[in-house]
């Protein structure tokens, strides 16, 4: 369960133990789903104010369970255990609290929240009522005698009166917790619990709006589109004027307004006669004498035809929309075909060997714009070659260059070692990279797998360690980022070949 309902029920339980209500302790208690051992402690402390002992003997049982070194709880229990007479249970509870006192003459448990002092005589003063109970009165004397010997406050005349007591055979009774003594929760963590007002009332310092003393949030008011006009409830005290005669504007700052303009006041009159209005979204200058007050409290017909005024709104942002296409004046091109010459296909265009003075005999408009123009800005006896790499460039070569020289001019564009590239292209209609002919096959052109004037072809870059061998591998435990250009990053879970041992 959470902290703070546990510290709730735990701090209202407590409340009904100092108003003696052991009922109702017991009730907050019990809906606490993970006790801890001083809340266990608390309702063992009810029961035993309830006279029930069985069950505060259970409520020990959990407590000392849940810590195993709590002196506190072994005290109490030996003192229910002799109540209920189970007296070699509650020696031996005497004997472990004894134990864990650790050597120490008392054990303050006021910072943990119980406001009690267990002292090392009175575990040893339970011992001895524990062997009157038995009837072994001599190891009882001796053992209040052991106890007359330890150090410590709040001892007083117990002892000696213990001691006459034994003398006379009389049963010593058992020393407790006293009643109402519980564990408490800490007085911080209870005043968390309740809600704080850390920002407090907004109050308005200053504002553009005439008699605004509104200082929360509200929703949105309707507005007019483009400016907002402040609210106001009678012509006593509105601050919109209207223009008695027209006026030109005769100086820097200010404005030129019709007769029977309406303006809104939006600062006082000056020395020289002159105040600060707006009108139409702009804010400027006027003679106060050419003002007199309007009556704000207009017909509804008269609202929505009168000419916008007040305070401007931020400018409203559209999102950009998609350009329109230009529909193109010029009529598409056609195809013309002679009447020697069969229409145009891959095939002639691939294999069919064209002479490089003479240009193909017709013209076709192209599936792309691109490639019509990248095939006609091409020169003649060239073609253009077009390498997909990480990126993609484009270049032109003459069509009888050897694969091994467009190699290295496609090294050179891409800044990379010929040695360290491998070329793939396509046949027409198969998806399969066939590598393209190296220095093993001399006399091969780029001639050979052109389409149409042009060629694609795939770049790789070859791994120079793929021919090494390896000697072993591993597995990446954990996740690693290169420190410098020589470093190998990894992640989690990645195979590694270890190719040397240094």
């Known amino acids: 369960m959470l902290y703070t309902e546990l510290l709730r029920l735990w701090n209202e339980a407590v409340q009904k133990v100092d108003s003696k209500d052991w009922q109702g302790a017991l009730a907050k208690l019990g809906q606490i789903s993970e006790p801890t051992s001083g809340t266990l402690f608390n309702a063992a402390s009810a029961h035993l104010a309830l006279g029930q002992l069985d069950l505060a003997s259970k409520a020990l049982d959990l407590t000392i369970a ?59 003063y339970n011992a001895a009522a524990v062997y009157c109970r038995m009837g072994q009165w001599e190891q009882a004397r001796d053992v209040l005698l052991s106890a007359s010997q330890e150090r410590g406050a709040g001892r007083g005349g117990n002892i000696e009166v213990a001691l006459d007591s034994v003398l006379r055979e009389d049963v010593l009774a058992p020393l407790l917790v006293p009643e109402g003594v519980v564990f408490r929760p800490r007085k911080q963590d209870v005043e968390q619990l309740q809600q704080r007002d850390f920002l407090g009332k907004a109050k308005v310092i200053s504002s553009m709006i005439p008699n605004d003393d509104f200082g929360g949030f509200e929703p949105l008011r309707l507005q007019k589109p483009g400016f907002y006009e402040p609210k106001m409830d009678g012509a006593q005290d509105s601050r919109y004027m209207c223009m008695r005669i027209p006026y030109m504007a005769q100086g820097p700052g200010q404005l030129t307004v019709p007769a029977g303009a309406m303006v809104f006041l939006f600062g006082e009159e000056d020395r020289d006669g002159m105040a600060t209005v707006i009108y139409d979204g702009q804010r400027g200058l006027l003679p106060m004498s050419l003002l007199e007050s309007a009556d704000v409290k207009m017909s509804k017909e008269k609202k929505e035809n009168k000419v916008p005024s007040g305070i401007p709104l931020p400018p409203g942002l559209k999102p950009p929309t998609r350009p329109k296409a230009q529909p193109s004046t010029a009529p598409p091109p056609r195809v013309h075909f002679t009447s020697d010459t069969p229409p145009p296909s891959y095939t002639t265009a691939t294999h069919a060997s064209l002479p490089v003075s003479e240009p193909p005999k017709y013209t076709a408009n192209a599936t792309s714009d691109q490639h019509a123009g990248e095939a006609q800005g091409a020169e003649a ?45 396509k046949q027409h209609g198969s998806h399969v990279l066939i590598p393209l002919g190296g220095d093993g096959e001399p006399g091969r052109t780029v001639q050979e797998v052109a389409e149409a004037g042009r060629a694609t072809l795939w770049c790789q870059t070859e791994d120079p360690l793929a021919n090494r061998t390896i000697l072993y591998q591993m597995v990446a435990l954990y996740d690693y980022a290169a420190q410098g250009p020589e470093d190998l990053e990894f992640s989690e879970g990645d195979t590694i070949d270890i190719l040397g041992e240094g």
């Open 66 to 124: 849940r810590d195993e070194r709590l002196a506190v709880g072994f005290f109490q229990r030996a003192a229910v255990m002799m109540q209920i007479d189970r007296l070699e249970e509650a020696l031996s509870d005497c004997i472990w609290a004894q134990k864990h006192m650790r050597g120490n003459m008392v054990i303050d448990y006021r910072q943990l929240g119980l406001q009690f002092k267990l002292y090392s005589w009175q575990v040893l």
């Open 381 to 425: 006896g060239s073609m253009v070659v077009k390498v997909h790499y990480t990126y993609t460039v484009a270049l032109s070569v003459p069509l009888d260059t050897l694969h091994h020289e467009l190699k290295e001019q496609i090294a050179q564009k891409l800044g990379q070692p010929a040695s360290h590239l491998r070329l793939r292209h």
